[in-house]
C-alpha cells in the first residue's frame, strides 16, 4: 500500500509562485509514474502534469505548459510541482496521484493511488 502525503499550497497572488510537494510512504514509488490534477469548485478533476517513472519524459496540459513543472526525487519518495506565473483560473484543490503502469497522459481513473489534496488560491 502506498499513501501520498501533500503539502505546500496556500493563497497567492497573481503572478507569484508556489510549490507543491507529495511525499509516498508505505512502499518505493520509484518505478511509478506520477500526475497532478486539479478540481476546481464545481467541476471535473483535470489533468496538470505528469512525469514517468525515471524523470525522463513530462507531459503537461496546455493551461500550465511554460508555466509548471513536475520534478521527482526518487531517493526520497517525492514528487514536486513548481508553479509560476500563477492566475486566478489556476485556483482549484490540486492532488497527486501514483499509477504503476503509467504511459503519460492516463485518465484520473487510471491511477491507483491519490494524495489528499492541497487547496491552491490565486487572487486578481
Known amino acids: 500500500q502506498v499513501q501520498l502525503v501533500q503539502s505546500g499550497g496556500g493563497l497567492v497572488q497573481a503572478g507569484g509562485s508556489l510549490r507543491l510537494s507529495c511525499a509516498a510512504s508505505g512502499r518505493t514509488v520509484s518505478s511509478y509514474g506520477m500526475g497532478w490534477f486539479r478540481q476546481a469548485p464545481g467541476k471535473e478533476r483535470d489533468f496538470v502534469a505528469g512525469?514517468?517513472?525515471?524523470?525522463?519524459?513530462?507531459y503537461y496540459a496546455d493551461s500550465v505548459k511554460g508555466r509548471f513543472t513536475i520534478s521527482r526525487d526518487n531517493v526520497n519518495n517525492t514528487v514536486y510541482l513548481q508553479m509560476n506565473s500563477l492566475k486566478p483560473e489556476d485556483t482549484a484543490i490540486y492532488y497527486c496521484?501514483?499509477?504503476?503502469?503509467?504511459?503519460?497522459?492516463?485518465?484520473?481513473?487510471?491511477?491507483?493511488?491519490w494524495g489528499q489534496g492541497t487547496q491552491v488560491t490565486v487572487s486578481s
Open positions: 512525469i514517468k517513472w525515471n524523470g525522463a519524459n513530462t
Open positions: 496521484a501514483a499509477r504503476k503502469y503509467y504511459s503519460g497522459y492516463d485518465p484520473v481513473g487510471r491511477y491507483d493511488y
